[in-house]
Nanobody
Framework: QVQLVESGGGLVQAGESLSLSCAVP????????MGWFRQAPAAQSRELVA???????IYANAVKGRFTVSKDNARSTLYLQMNNLKPEDTAVYYCKANSPVTTGSDYWGQGTQVTVSS
């Protein structure tokens, strides 16, 4: 079974920073497109935070200029550096691996809680 394991969440004050990590199986990391999503309290669905495509990186408008997504190929790990955090960034953050083929399976991590106090 494929497991994506997030870590690095926690409770911080507004203006502070956090870095999230997502450990991915090597075979998935090398072929799948990776990104981060989040689900805020009371939200009914997850929203895109940042995603690395074949030729670009996409950020949600709400996090542009504050969040940076990156990959460490040697460690098969996806990162999300979050700076100048705001209370509205409070959510469970999930990493996701998108299959390179439409008939393949996508994979989600279990999520890590980020709470930003004002």
């Amino acid at each position: 079974q494929v497991q994506l394991v997030e870590s690095g969440g926690g409770l911080v004050q507004a203006g502070e920073s956090l870095s999230l990590s997502c450990a991915v199986p090597t075979t998935i990391f090398s072929t799948y497109r990776m990104g981060w999503f989040r689900q805020a309290p009371a939200a009914q669905s997850r929203e895109l935070v940042a995603f690395i495509t074949e030729d670009s990186t996409i950020y949600a408008n709400a996090v542009k200029g504050r969040f940076t997504v990156s990959k460490d190929n040697a460690r098969s790990t996806l990162y999300l550096q979050m700076n100048n955090l705001k209370p509205e960034d409070t959510a469970v953050y999930y990493c996701k691996a998108n299959s390179p083929v439409t008939t393949g399976s996508d994979y989600w991590g279990q999520g890590t809680q980020v709470t930003v106090s004002s």
